[in-house]
C-alpha cells in the first residue's frame, strides 16, 4: 500500500522559511514518477504549490513563484519544498500528492491521486 508522509511544518514570523518533506513508500522498485504539494488555507479552496518529476522538471504555482523551489529524490523517493520569505497568506495544510494506479504520465498536479495526510504551516505577521 502506498503512503506519504508529511514533516516539517511549524509557526514562523513573516519573512522566514519553512522546509517541508514528504517520503513516499509502498511503491515499485521504480519509485514514484511525479510529486507535488498542494495547500488548502482557512476558508480558501485547494491550491497547487509546486510540482517536480522524476526527470528534475518542476513547476509552480503563481502565488509562490520566485519564494519557493521543489526538490525530488528519486533515491530516497522523497520530495522537498523549501519555502522563503513568507507571508501571512501562506498559512494552511500543506499536502504531498503523488502519482498512482491511474497516473498517465504527464507530471501536473491535475494528475496526481496518492495523498498525504498534510501538516500545517503558520505563518504570523
Known amino acids: 500500500q502506498v503512503k506519504l508522509v508529511e514533516s516539517g511544518g511549524g509557526s514562523v514570523e513573516a519573512g522566514g522559511s519553512l522546509t517541508l518533506s514528504c517520503v513516499a513508500s509502498?511503491?515499485?522498485?521504480?519509485?514514484?514518477?511525479?510529486m507535488g504539494w498542494f495547500r488548502q488555507g482557512p476558508g480558501k479552496e485547494r491550491e497547487g504549490v509546486a510540482v517536480?518529476?522524476?526527470?528534475?522538471?518542476?513547476g509552480y504555482g503563481d502565488s509562490v513563484k520566485g519564494r519557493v523551489t521543489v526538490y525530488k529524490d528519486n533515491h530516497k523517493n522523497s520530495l522537498y519544498l523549501q519555502m522563503n520569505d513568507l507571508k501571512p497568506e501562506d498559512s494552511a495544510m500543506y499536502y504531498c500528492?503523488?502519482?498512482?494506479?491511474?497516473?498517465?504520465?504527464?507530471?501536473?498536479?491535475?494528475?496526481?491521486?496518492?495523498w498525504g495526510e498534510g501538516t500545517l504551516d503558520v505563518v504570523s505577521s
Open positions: 500528492a503523488a502519482d498512482g494506479p491511474q497516473y498517465n504520465g504527464d507530471c501536473n498536479l491535475k494528475n496526481l491521486e496518492v
Open positions: 509502498g511503491y515499485n522498485s521504480g519509485g514514484t514518477s511525479c
Open positions: 517536480a518529476d522524476r526527470d528534475g522538471s518542476t
